[in-house]
């Protein structure tokens, strides 16, 4: 509850007094009012707080404090409009007094207004400057608002009146993200000096923080050696050799670094980080595109090596397949899946799918593949084996083989093949989902989706197979269908089914773009918001947790949520969201806009709250622009809105983005020129002539398209219409 610190607070200094503040004192009785309604605030009785409130200010209207709580009732009994306007009034009553600011800012805060909160509580301290609930309370609303910096000053304040160890660990977390790191490594010391009988786990961490900050402060020489005198008391080791094998790095101690490799692939061999790491150790880049053969000769040496020490391991062979090539990959994929096969692993073809980008590679696949095959159904044996195989050796491999036509986009062979893996193994779900599959990418949805529920009903128990199954129906318009099979599985809540509370995205996301199919926009914006929705509530979850993480010691798990945070919005899902509800703003813009408009479009705006879509839109597009940027797919749809609300800057920036899309590129280029023909606020002259570059060499021409460039000129006004004149070859 945010309003339980306020009102707690503030019932201390009443008992502190012995009645309200000096020169704001009540009588007695309503003294004994203002007491009871504090305390059934306290215990989130709101409405019999809001009526004590109510008798007192019956008496003295003008009772500043009371008038504050009264309005954290209304806050808390979802009475905006009427909370604020009561704090603002109790304001302008006792502009003084610590209390109404704080109340002023927890309603904010309340409200997700996070900037009116951090004013409103700089205010209150104006009035209180030791006022230590409301110093916490502002160093949170710092940090949820990025503002590092001003949290170190305000939790520099709260050390200084009360140090608790939650408040060294917010300071020193405060400090690290303000860079700091100096700072934030001395501010640990203070901690583990001035708290008392500190537990293993929370030495853990504070040792593992500081080692954190000597590393960020690139001091990596030190770090080594504070990690080796501190080795016994941090417990997490694989965070110790991660950051051991970090300084090496930086270092170049790379024989450093192959030691923690090998430490790390004896705890766990299957792990590809660690293989990562070990490559990197031997100064090879392993994000490079393309190796040379000194580099592949290497890596083979080095991958093979690690295989004889880990036989048991997959990852080295996984890990072959990338970098090996001819024969030698040849050889290598026959061993995976040879291995593979035998022992009926259903990732088979998952694992290596990355390969075929490689046309030479898939070549050499099928080869391998044909093979196997062949020989397995005249001898029972794979093709340079006399060992004969189990008959179900035989299903796995047509399934892979299946996969593999798929990929290369040869689906009739794909079905025949996967028709063939059921023939033989009636019973294998896998082969249902991988027939499906087949049949979504040859655009046959209905018989996709009655694949998938062949597969469902093999195993009627799997959650994953009647998800899916769902998804399959939903691209096949059977929205009604799909939302039966889901509550097999989710229980409904008043009527719906509860996949919102779950935070169930992609079903969301699936049913949006099914309405969209359709044509319904207000059920489509429902769903895209309910996605936007769940990262706003996830965002703002965070908040509980700046004090809560710290009061229980965890500052490292603090630092990761806070990074972890501030990439939230950049998650596909939120992408995906993001394009749907601009592609319902734009249309629900465009039907609004319409002169006229027939029975059926007026039907489409039905149930449509939106006043200002396109004001909605420009929000979602921003957003989605600043995480998203490399998204075409997302400028696609934001480009219309920049456009719309002339915001030239913006619009250029996107329309930029969708020059490999000459036909999109070339009709938003003219819309954005029309636009600005009409428009008022008309756009710089640099824009306009970077559009014009850009719209020649989309339409491949050397320099200008004349033709267009001089319509630029016609936009705009004699001044900038000679400045970009005068770029203009003389030529022309």
Same mark, same amino acid.
């Given at each position: 509850?945010?309003?339980?610190?306020?009102?707690?607070?503030?019932?201390?200094?009443?008992?502190?007094?012995?009645?309200?503040?000096?020169?704001?004192?009540?009588?007695?009785?309503?003294?004994?009012?203002?007491?009871?309604?504090?305390?059934?605030?306290?215990?989130?009785?709101?409405?019999?707080?809001?009526?004590?409130?109510?008798?007192?200010?019956?008496?003295?209207?003008?009772?500043?404090?009371?008038?504050?709580?009264?309005?954290?009732?209304?806050?808390?009994?979802?009475?905006?409009?009427?909370?604020?306007?009561?704090?603002?009034?109790?304001?302008?009553?006792?502009?003084?007094?610590?209390?109404?600011?704080?109340?002023?800012?927890?309603?904010?805060?309340?409200?997700?207004?996070?900037?009116?909160?951090?004013?409103?509580?700089?205010?209150?301290?104006?009035?209180?400057?030791?006022?230590?609930?409301?110093?916490?309370?502002?160093?949170?609303?710092?940090?949820?608002?990025?503002?590092?910096?001003?949290?170190?000053?305000?939790?520099?304040?709260?050390?200084?009146?009360?140090?608790?160890?939650?408040?060294?660990?917010?300071?020193?977390?405060?400090?690290?993200?303000?860079?700091?790191?100096?700072?934030?490594?001395?501010?640990?010391?203070?901690?583990?000096?001035?708290?008392?009988?500190?537990?293993?786990?929370?030495?853990?961490?504070?040792?593992?923080?500081?080692?954190?900050?000597?590393?960020?402060?690139?001091?990596?020489?030190?770090?080594?050696?504070?990690?080796?005198?501190?080795?016994?008391?941090?417990?997490?080791?694989?965070?110790?050799?991660?950051?051991?094998?970090?300084?090496?790095?930086?270092?170049?101690?790379?024989?450093?670094?192959?030691?923690?490799?090998?430490?790390?692939?004896?705890?766990?061999?299957?792990?590809?980080?660690?293989?990562?790491?070990?490559?990197?150790?031997?100064?090879?880049?392993? !994000?490079?595109?393309?190796?040379?053969?000194?580099?592949?000769?290497?890596?083979?040496?080095?991958?093979?090596?690690?295989?004889?020490?880990?036989?048991?391991?997959?990852?080295?062979?996984?890990?072959?397949?990338?970098?090996?090539?001819?024969?030698?990959?040849?050889?290598?994929?026959?061993?995976?899946?040879?291995?593979?096969?035998?022992?009926?692993?259903?990732?088979?073809?998952?694992?290596?799918?990355?390969?075929?980008?490689?046309?030479?590679?898939?070549?050499?696949?099928?080869?391998?593949?044909?093979?196997?095959?062949?020989?397995?159904?005249?001898?029972?044996?794979?093709?340079?084996?006399?060992?004969? !195989?189990?008959?179900?050796? !035989?299903?796995?491999?047509?399934?892979?083989?299946?996969?593999?036509?798929?990929?290369?986009?040869?689906?009739?062979?794909?079905?025949?093949?996967?028709?063939?893996?059921?023939?033989?193994?009636?019973?294998?779900?896998?082969?249902?989902?991988?027939?499906?599959?087949?049949?979504?990418?040859?655009?046959?949805?209905?018989?996709?989706?009655?694949?998938?529920?062949?597969?469902?009903?093999?195993?009627?128990?799997?959650?994953?197979?009647?998800?899916?199954?769902?998804?399959?129906?939903?691209?096949?318009?059977?929205?009604?269908?799909?939302?039966?099979?889901?509550?097999?599985?989710?229980?409904?809540?008043?009527?719906?089914?509860?996949?919102?509370?779950?935070?169930?995205?992609?079903?969301?996301?699936?049913?949006?773009?099914?309405?969209?199919?359709?044509?319904?926009?207000?059920?489509?914006?429902?769903?895209?918001?309910?996605?936007?929705?769940?990262?706003?509530?996830?965002?703002?979850?965070?908040?509980?947790?700046?004090?809560?993480?710290?009061?229980?010691?965890?500052?490292?798990?603090?630092?990761?949520?806070?990074?972890?945070?501030?990439?939230?919005?950049?998650?596909?899902?939120?992408?995906?969201?993001?394009?749907?509800?601009?592609?319902?703003?734009?249309?629900?813009?465009?039907?609004?806009?319409?002169?006229?408009?027939?029975?059926?479009?007026?039907?489409?705006?039905?149930?449509?709250?939106?006043?200002?879509?396109?004001?909605?839109?420009?929000?979602?597009?921003?957003?989605?622009?600043?995480?998203?940027?490399?998204?075409?797919?997302?400028?696609?749809?934001?480009?219309?809105?920049?456009?719309?609300?002339?915001?030239?800057?913006?619009?250029?920036?996107?329309?930029?983005?969708?020059?490999?899309?000459?036909?999109?590129?070339?009709?938003?280029?003219?819309?954005?020129?029309?636009?600005?023909?009409?428009?008022?606020?008309?756009?710089?002259?640099?824009?306009?002539?970077?559009?014009?570059?850009?719209?020649?060499?989309?339409?491949?021409?050397?320099?200008?398209?004349?033709?267009?460039?001089?319509?630029?000129?016609?936009?705009?006004?004699?001044?900038?219409?000679?400045?970009?004149?005068?770029?203009?070859?003389?030529?022309?």
């Amino acid at each position: 509850n945010m309003n339980h610190g306020c009102t707690k607070h503030y019932y201390q200094i009443m008992k502190v007094q012995g009645g309200t503040p000096k020169g704001n004192a009540l009588p007695k009785q309503e003294q004994n009012l203002f007491d009871q309604m504090i305390k059934l605030h306290e215990l989130k009785e709101y409405a019999k707080a809001q009526k004590k409130a109510e008798d007192i200010l019956a008496v003295f209207p003008k009772h500043a404090e009371t008038m504050a709580v009264k309005s954290l009732c209304l806050s808390a009994l979802k009475k905006r409009d009427e909370a604020y306007a009561l704090i603002k009034l109790a304001i302008a009553t006792n502009i003084t007094s610590f209390t109404c600011w704080h109340a002023y800012g927890l309603i904010s805060q309340a409200d997700k207004d996070y900037e009116n909160a951090r004013k409103s509580y700089q205010m209150a301290l104006k009035f209180d400057k030791e006022n230590m609930q409301i110093l916490r309370d502002l160093a949170i609303a710092q940090m949820q608002l990025r503002d590092f910096e001003g949290a170190c000053e305000t939790n520099r304040a709260l050390i200084q009146h009360r140090p608790l160890p939650q408040h060294w660990l917010s300071f020193a977390a405060s400090a690290y993200f303000s860079r700091d790191y100096n700072l934030a490594f001395k501010l640990i010391d203070s901690y583990m000096r001035t708290s008392k009988n500190l537990l293993p786990p929370e030495l853990n961490e504070a040792f593992a923080f500081q080692a954190n900050c000597l590393y960020s402060a690139k001091k990596y020489e030190e770090t080594l050696a504070f990690l080796k005198t501190n080795e016994a008391k941090l417990l997490d080791k694989d965070y110790y050799l991660k950051m051991e094998y970090q300084a090496s790095f930086e270092m170049k101690n790379y024989d450093k670094c192959k030691s923690v490799c090998a430490t790390f692939l004896k705890r766990n061999p299957e792990n590809f980080t660690y293989y990562d790491m070990l490559l990197k150790a031997n100064n090879i880049d392993t !994000q490079k595109a393309t190796f040379s053969s000194e580099e592949v000769a290497s890596i083979t040496k080095i991958l093979e090596e690690t295989k004889k020490s880990f036989p048991k391991s997959s990852a080295p062979l996984s890990l072959l397949l990338k970098y090996t090539q001819g024969s030698d990959f040849a050889k290598t994929f026959n061993e995976y899946f040879k291995g593979g096969s035998a022992r009926a692993l259903p990732s088979l073809f998952t694992n290596v799918k990355n390969l075929y980008d490689d046309p030479k590679k898939v070549e050499l696949i099928e080869e391998v593949v044909m093979k196997h095959l062949e020989s397995l159904k005249t001898k029972s044996t794979f093709s340079d084996s006399a060992e004969e !195989q189990d008959p179900t050796v !035989q299903v796995w491999v047509l399934l892979y083989i299946a996969h593999h036509f798929d990929a290369k986009k040869d689906y009739k062979k794909a079905l025949a093949i996967i028709d063939e893996a059921i023939e033989h193994t009636p019973t294998l779900v896998e082969s249902y989902t991988a027939k499906a599959k087949i049949l979504k990418h040859m655009d046959d949805q209905e018989k996709a989706a009655e694949t998938y529920e062949i597969a469902r009903n093999l195993d009627q128990a799997d959650r994953y197979l009647n998800a899916r199954a769902s998804k399959y129906l939903i691209r096949n318009g059977k929205i009604e269908e799909a939302e039966k099979m889901m509550a097999l599985f989710v229980r409904e809540v008043n009527g719906e089914l509860n996949v919102h509370e779950m935070q169930c995205m992609w079903y969301e996301l699936e049913l949006g773009n099914a309405y969209l199919k359709k044509g319904d926009l207000p059920s489509a914006l429902k769903m895209f918001k309910y996605v936007e929705l769940h990262f706003n509530t996830i965002y703002d979850d965070q908040f509980d947790f700046h004090y809560y993480a710290l009061r229980k010691g965890n500052i490292n798990a603090y630092v990761d949520m806070i990074h972890w945070e501030d990439k939230l919005y950049s998650h596909k899902y939120y992408g995906s969201g993001a394009i749907g509800l601009l592609r319902c703003y734009l249309g629900i813009h465009e039907l609004k806009t319409k002169p006229s408009k027939t029975e059926e479009e007026e039907k489409k705006l039905v149930g449509i709250e939106e006043k200002a879509p396109l004001e909605e839109a420009y929000k979602v597009a921003e957003k989605a622009v600043k995480h998203h940027g490399n998204n075409p797919e997302v400028h696609k749809f934001a480009t219309p809105v920049f456009i719309e609300k002339q915001q030239w800057s913006l619009a250029l920036k996107s329309l930029l983005f969708l020059k490999s899309d000459k036909e999109t590129f070339l009709s938003q280029a003219d819309k954005f020129l029309e636009q600005n023909k009409k428009s008022e606020k008309k756009s710089p002259p640099e824009i306009l002539a970077a559009l014009e570059e850009a719209i020649a060499k989309v339409k491949g021409q050397s320099q200008y398209h004349y033709p267009s460039f001089i319509t630029c000129l016609l936009y705009t006004s004699p001044s900038p219409r000679d400045a970009t004149l005068s770029r203009m070859p003389s030529s022309a």
